[in-house]
């Protein structure tokens, strides 16, 4: 354990400040700024998962420098160029986005709102869900829903038309009645509102499904391969009910099963919220013994 400490303090003291400045304090500040509002657009893209990657290959780097695997560190060391260029191919259309974002909107210096959206829905979202899902079903109205996770949808929901609206049966059955404007594309929900309709999705290439699966299910699908969205399938033709998520698509189920699934997110989405509140009282709780 000694020896991981001599080793953090002889390795990082180069970053130990020696005399600092008010000119350095302003760059700390502007530079936390750029990075906040980095990460912001990281967050909403689906580069986030691979910034997880990231930061695990980061811990496997300091791991081996830090026990002197000259392996790991020669690999590390001979393809980093090489994998900054790729990752600046794979994601250039998200950083040409980035871009033109930037040229069209004012950055608040100081709009540095840190709020956790609460995600969760409740009981009365579930029924609704349900009750408009297997309404259209019984027409063969098709329709595509898709409930977002922990993965942000917002680049999705720049694709279509923004509604925030409260959740309802009714208007969800509204949007897809055939020959209106907003029945063409998903919709996306995030906790009780419903967010955007029209909203285009990636298409799925997964070439071991169905050949006689249209649009809106390889969309669903394909959206729930790269996110952690669970997209509810209406069928045009058959009215039989679709789930897709993590890639997985689950055809004919009836209401109870939607239900369960619903309640099991609706759950699932409580733990996360109840596990930030936690450690937000924890901070709380440690600044009031400080103080």
Not at 39 to 67: C, H, P, Q, Y
Request: net charge positive.
């Amino acid at each position: 354990m000694q020896s991981i400490k001599e080793w953090f303090g002889s390795y990082f003291s180069y970053l130990l400040p020696k005399n600092i400045l008010f000119s350095d304090i302003i760059e700390i500040i502007l530079i936390t700024i750029v990075l906040y509002h980095i990460i912001i657009w990281i967050r909403d893209t689906k580069a986030w998962s691979l910034v997880k990657g990231l930061a695990f290959l980061v811990i496997i780097w300091i791991a081996a420098e830090m026990f002197q695997f000259n392996a790991i560190r020669w690999i590390f060391v001979n393809t980093i160029n090489v994998g900054i260029i790729a990752l600046i191919i794979i994601f250039q259309p998200e950083l040409r986005r980035a871009l033109e974002q930037l040229g069209r909107r004012n950055i608040s210096l100081f709009s540095l709102d840190f709020k956790n959206e609460n995600k969760r829905f409740t009981d009365r979202t579930v029924a609704e869900l349900v009750s408009a899902t297997f309404d259209m079903a019984r027409v063969k109205t098709g329709a595509l829903m898709v409930i977002e996770g922990e993965t942000s949808l917002g680049e999705y929901e720049r694709t279509g038309i923004k509604i925030d609206a409260e959740i309802s049966a009714g208007l969800l059955i509204n949007i897809f009645e055939h020959n209106t404007p907003l029945h063409d594309g998903a919709v996306i929900i995030r906790g009780d509102r419903i967010t955007a309709a029209t909203c285009i999705l990636p298409v799925s290439d997964n070439m071991q499904l169905s050949k006689e699966l249209g649009t809106r299910h390889r969309a669903g699908v394909g959206l729930s391969e790269i996110t952690d969205a669970f997209v509810i399938i209406v069928s045009e033709e058959n009215g039989k009910v679709s789930l897709a998520r993590n890639g997985q698509l689950i055809r004919g189920v009836d209401e109870m099963y939607l239900k369960s699934k619903l309640t099991e997110i609706q759950k699932n989405s409580a733990l996360i919220n109840n596990a930030i509140k936690a450690g937000g009282n924890k901070k709380q709780g440690r600044k009031a013994e400080k103080s």
